[in-house]
């Protein structure tokens, strides 16, 4: 009899561990059925309905909170301020009536590539020490598989958000891990090209596939659903402030990957459009700024450089004046675009965003940007980083991050800069540079 209580009282402590979330990982939130308790130096901390996040005790930050998580006491563990929300004023963003610095990188797999808690908490970490603020990242996945991790499934032509752990509960795992990192989030809220989906599953979904690329813009069904999208997404973090902005698409074009342009999309079909979406926005959500995620092409049509001309549909200064878009956003691959000086047209690229920037007084971010040629890298950076901090433009995200996680490295397309890269020191140093431009 005492050799079968040992064994009960064994069996019971051991359940007791088992039962427990480790450090980085989930222990709360509206639909969570796991542990509710946390492993030793660590405590449930909430971060939304949806989620709370076992903390270390004293992790890195500022102050000290009380937070009550469903099924567990109240705890007290030391996590980031993120009490206000990101603002504009003039060319700068603000926070808490402070100067902000945007700076960071984009890391579009965070909640699509099916990481640890664990190893996502490594990749903010990694980009934390190369001074960065601000991460982008995608908040879409349109499916018509209920495969793997995914945002939105389509069957025929009506959809559904998927708001489980393999859903926006994934996104909600990267917001928890970025609040306790200190970084703020852009989020994007479709793609112009095919990956994770994008435009064209709309158009084909509701109207057929081979359509033009530009419906998506213009047509009042396809609008509709995807303001539907945007509505369960945006209103489903209102009121998280690790959220700096919404971002409309990434890199809207009149056409896309496998789809044309019809032949009455100008750059008003995605100038209006931008203003109607950034609008709907701003109608259910006042807390967050909004952007379009545009390359920042300009209209000069007659300019002999495609990316002046007006062709791709883009209108930067047009679009920078939309009263519901808080900021400007711009790209830069002169190589890939066929741009043969790439260190001087980058400068060039860059001071003209800056000038337009002033002379509508909002910021203008440089949001992605990048080379693949490893041995002129960290020269042509260095050069565009002179060429940000000497026009006084507003900010930068480097694409992409990269990490080395616990099975292997991140995404690389041959542009990911991880901690071993000459140019993460780079960035380091610049990021210091913005910081002290204030």
Excluded at 30 to 52: D, H, K, L
Aim: net charge negative.
């Amino acid at each position: 009899m005492i050799h079968f209580l040992a064994l009960l009282v064994l069996a019971i402590s051991l359940t007791s561990v088992l039962a427990q979330s480790p450090i980085w990982g989930q222990c709360g939130g509206a639909s969570w059925t796991g542990p509710t308790t946390c492993a030793t130096g660590s405590a449930c901390v909430f971060s939304s309905q949806y989620y709370s996040q076992c903390l270390p005790n004293g992790s890195a930050t500022t102050t000290t909170v009380s937070t009550t998580t469903v099924g567990t006491p109240t705890s007290t563990v030391s996590v980031p301020t993120q009490t206000g929300f990101v603002k504009t004023s003039g060319t700068r963003f603000t926070l808490n009536g402070a100067p902000y610095t945007l700076v960071g990188s984009n890391a579009y797999w965070l909640a699509l590539g099916g990481y640890s808690t664990t190893d996502i908490n490594k990749a903010f970490a990694d980009i934390v020490a190369s001074g960065g603020t601000t991460v982008r990242t995608w908040g879409f996945n349109e499916v018509t598989s209920a495969n793997g991790i995914y945002f939105h499934l389509w069957s025929g032509s009506s959809a559904t958000v998927n708001t489980g752990s393999n859903g926006l509960g994934a996104l909600d795992t990267v917001i928890a891990a970025a609040k306790a990192h200190g970084i703020r989030l852009i989020i994007s809220l479709t793609n112009n090209w095919s990956d994770y989906g994008g435009m064209d599953v709309y158009t084909a979904q509701l109207l057929g596939s081979g359509q033009p690329h530009d419906l998506f813009y213009s047509n009042p069904t396809v609008i509709a659903a995807f303001k539907t999208y945007v509505q369960a997404v945006v209103s489903r973090y209102a009121n998280e402030p690790t959220i700096m902005a919404w971002e409309l698409v990434n890199e809207p074009r009149c056409s896309g990957s496998n789809t044309v342009a019809s032949s009455s999309c100008t750059v008003s079909t995605i100038t209006n459009w931008a203003s109607t979406i950034s609008s709907f926005i701003k109608s259910i959500d006042s807390n967050h700024l909004v952007g379009l995620g545009d390359e920042g092409f300009f209209n000069e049509p007659g300019n002999s450089d495609y990316m002046y001309q007006g062709s791709a549909g883009i209108d930067f200064a047009a679009n920078l004046k939309i009263s519901t878009l808080d900021f400007g956003t711009f790209h830069m691959y002169p190589q890939s675009w066929s741009e043969s000086n790439t260190v001087p047209w980058g400068q060039q690229w860059i001071t003209d965003h800056a000038t337009s920037m002033k002379s509508t007084n909002k910021p203008v971010i440089m949001e992605e940007f990048g080379i693949t040629s490893s041995s002129t890298r960290n020269a042509t950076y260095a050069t565009w980083y002179q060429t940000i901090i000497s026009t006084g433009l507003t900010g930068d995200l480097i694409w992409q991050a990269g990490s080395q996680l616990t099975n292997g490295p991140t995404a690389n397309d041959g542009y990911a800069i991880f901690p071993t890269d000459p140019v993460y020191g780079l960035m380091q140093s610049h990021a210091a540079a913005l910081k002290a431009r204030g």
